[in-house]
């Protein structure tokens, strides 16, 4: 008989998809303290009367998958989760290679996540598919671990396998070496100057997402709504400033930095906030540190800065006219790191070939490799070239 699973012997490993996995998918080992990913089907009930009071036998509906993984931030684990959860790819710096931004976007990122449970006598897999990272939840503690939740929501609710059931995925990826931030290393600066009696920050970037059903459609539809921003600053009262400004209505400007041993920065910029509650009640044996929640607002509301030790390895997708007869190919996009989502443009410089219609993209210059029509998502995980396809007229 196999022995009980623990959570000990429990790892996540995750990936990029786009309708379906990669043939060669490349995977990372979803770090984590632990997890509440689990599947959802809801159940479909006649209530048609049976004799003696009967209920009629429940079918299966609409099937989903969520939870929240609850990690250590750290650099270069979770930057493709980063970038989910403010749906756009990390932009270069022109002048610098080794900084990226991330500013909110609207491109819909999937992964896929596998759970091992891994004891040698009976290991089994859990496939969660069609993820989508719906919040992270961020907390900046007094000499702490800075440490987090993404909230995640996809399609499915997987079985329980006894083999791994990502074909392709061989080796399993090991974990990153790096260190979790501390809060003994950067700044938090309100306004642009040093808040240096602060105590805990928290901060809350939420997409928003459900998971909609459309009539004789089997997986759900997920859809993002209202992106929201807020959180909260707990400080030490030294003066009347920061109070003030709660009282005040006033809009305020926070940035907060963590770095690690090897150099490697991470910074939360929220242009546009306004602190809500505040109080000045304290027991006698207490210090006096007021919890200011806080709501921010506006268009590019919160950028995330990443500054690394080492510039990442960057990617291009190149397009080729394959024969055309005239026209102009769609401009490169240059500086995609690996997990970047794009989408196939149409025929914006009036390619032509005489005889044939353009059909979309393929990567083979012959049409055998992968098509890609107009508006498909492609997935960047080295350089890409698109040829044009053409049929015969």
């Given amino acids: 008989m196999a022995r009980p699973k623990t959570g000990a012997n429990r790892t996540l490993y995750a990936g990029q998809m786009t309708a379906n996995i990669p043939a060669a998918p490349v995977a990372f080992v979803f770090r984590n303290q632990s997890d509440s990913l689990e599947g959802k089907t809801e159940l479909m009930q006649s209530g048609e009367l049976l004799p003696v009071r009967s209920a009629s036998e429940p079918m299966p509906g609409q099937s989903t998958n969520g939870g929240g993984v609850q990690f250590e931030l750290s650099a270069l684990s979770f930057d493709r989760l980063l970038s989910a959860v403010m749906m ?24 896929w996540i596998l759970k091992h449970f891994s004891e040698a006598d009976h290991p089994l897999w859990q496939l969660f598919k069609g993820v989508q990272v719906d919040s992270i939840d961020l907390t900046f503690a007094v000499n702490a671990i800075v440490t987090g939740t993404f909230n995640l929501l996809g399609i499915d609710d997987p079985e329980l396998k006894t083999a791994n059931p990502v074909s392709g995925l061989s080796p399993l990826p090991t974990v990153l070496t790096t260190s979790p931030f501390t809060s003994r290393r950067g700044f938090l600066k309100m306004g642009g100057v040093a808040l240096t009696y602060g105590k805990e920050f928290k901060i ?70 306004k602190l809500g509650t505040h109080s000045t009640a304290a027991g006698s044996r207490d210090e006096l540190a007021p919890q200011y929640p ?3 607002f506006g268009t590019n509301v919160v ?56 059909a979309g993209w393929n990567t083979a ?8 029509s107009v508006g498909d998502p492609i997935l960047i995980e080295g350089n890409v070239k698109l040829y044009a396809k053409w049929e015969e007229v």
């Fill in 303 to 358: 950028k995330i800065t990443r500054t690394l030790a080492t510039a990442p390895t960057l990617y291009e997708l190149t397009f080729d006219g394959n024969s055309k007869t005239s026209g102009t190919e769609p401009a490169a996009q240059q500086d995609l790191e690996a997990g970047s989502l794009v989408y196939a443009p149409g025929n914006t410089g009036s390619l032509v070939k005489t005889g044939y219609t353009f």
């Fill in 88 to 111: 756009s790819n990390w932009k270069v710096d022109s002048t610098n290679p080794k900084v990226s931004t991330l500013e909110p976007g609207n491109i819909a990122k999937k992964f």
């Fill in 204 to 273: 809350t970037i939420k997409n928003n997402l459900a998971a909609l059903g459309a009539l004789f459609q089997t997986d759900a539809l997920i859809v993002e709504k209202m992106f929201d921003v807020n959180g909260s600053i707990t400080a030490y009262l030294t003066d009347e400033v920061l109070f003030n400004h709660a009282v005040a209505g006033d809009k305020l400007t926070f940035e907060i930095q963590v770095e690690d041993a090897a150099g490697n920065k991470y910074t939360f910029e929220l242009s546009n906030t």
């Fill in 365 to 372: 210059a012959a049409g055998t490799g992968t098509n890609y």
């Fill in 294 to 296: 806080f709501t921010a």
